[in-house]
C-alpha cells in the first residue's frame, strides 16, 4: 500500500509539474500539451467503448460523439486561457481536484451508505467529502491568489460562488460516476497503465473532463445572466 501512495505521490507531481509548465510557458506548449492529453483520452474512450459494445456501428457513433465532445472540450481550454488567463485555467482545475481528494479520502476514512450502485466504491459521505473540499479548498485558494496578485482574479467569495463550487464538485462526480459506470461494463479496473499507481489518463481526469464544460456554463448562468 505504501508502495501505490509512493507511486500515485510522484506521479501527481510530474503531471502537476507538466501542467504548470504547459499553462504558464506560452499558447503554443498549452495547446500541445492539452492535444496530448486528449488524443490519450480519445485512445482509453476508444478501448472502452470497444469492449463494452460490439456493434460496429454503435462503436463507430459513441466514438463520433465523443470526438465531437473532446474537441469541444480543447476549444474551450484554448478559449479560456486566452481571454480569461492562466488563473482561470487554475480555478477550474483545482476544483476537480479538490473534489476527488476530498471524495478519496472522506469515503475512505468514514465509509458508510453507497451512493449508487453505479459504482459500489462511492459512499455518501464521501460525496459529501467532494463537496466541502471543494468549496473549502477552493475558496482558500482564490483568497491567496487575491491577496498575490489582486489584479489576477476578479471572482468574490459569495453564495452565488459557494454555488458554483458545489455544482463544479457534482458536475466531478458525475463524470467519474460515468466512467466507472462504463468500466464495470467493459469488466476492467483500469481504463490504462500509463500512469504509476493511478492507471490511465480517464482514471484521474473523468471528473475533470465532464466538470469543465458544464461549470463553465453554470458560472456563465450564475454570474451573467441578466
Known amino acids: 500500500m505504501l508502495s501505490n501512495l509512493f507511486k500515485r505521490t510522484i ?5 502537476i509539474a507538466l501542467l504548470l509548465i504547459g499553462l504558464f510557458y506560452n499558447e503554443l506548449s498549452w495547446k500541445i500539451l ?6 490519450l483520452c480519445l485512445y482509453e474512450f476508444n478501448n472502452l467503448i470497444r469492449k463494452i459494445y460490439k456493434n460496429k456501428f454503435i462503436i463507430v457513433s459513441l466514438l463520433f ?3 465531437l465532445y473532446l474537441y469541444f472540450f ?20 483545482i476544483s476537480c481536484i479538490l473534489s476527488d ?3 478519496y479520502f472522506v469515503g475512505k476514512s468514514i465509509g458508510g451508505p453507497k451512493l449508487t450502485s453505479l459504482s459500489p466504491n462511492k459512499t455518501i459521505s464521501g460525496a459529501f467529502g467532494s463537496i466541502i473540499f471543494t468549496v473549502i479548498g477552493t475558496s482558500i485558494f482564490l483568497i491567496l491568489l487575491n491577496k498575490i496578485d489582486t489584479n489576477s482574479i476578479n471572482l468574490e467569495v459569495s453564495l452565488k460562488f459557494y454555488i458554483w463550487l458545489i455544482s463544479m464538485s ?16 467493459a469488466n476492467i479496473k483500469d481504463t ?3 500512469l504509476p499507481g493511478h492507471g490511465g489518463i480517464l482514471d484521474r481526469v473523468d471528473g475533470i473532463i465532464f466538470a469543465i464544460p458544464f461549470g463553465v456554463l453554470t458560472y456563465f448562468i450564475l454570474f451573467l445572466s441578466l
Not at 11 to 15: I, P, Q
Not at 34 to 39: C, D, K, R, T
Not at 171 to 180: E, H, K, R, V, Y
Open 11 to 15: 506521479t501527481s507531481l510530474m503531471l
Open 34 to 39: 492539452v492535444i496530448l492529453f486528449l488524443i
Open 65 to 67: 460523439l465523443v470526438i
Open 74 to 93: 480543447y476549444f474551450l481550454l484554448i478559449k479560456i486561457r486566452s481571454e480569461y488567463g492562466e488563473e482561470k485555467i487554475l480555478i477550474l482545475l
Open 101 to 103: 481528494i476530498g471524495g
Open 170 to 185: 457534482i458536475f466531478c462526480q458525475i463524470g467519474d460516476l460515468l466512467i466507472s459506470y462504463m468500466k464495470r461494463k
Open 192 to 194: 490504462g497503465k500509463i
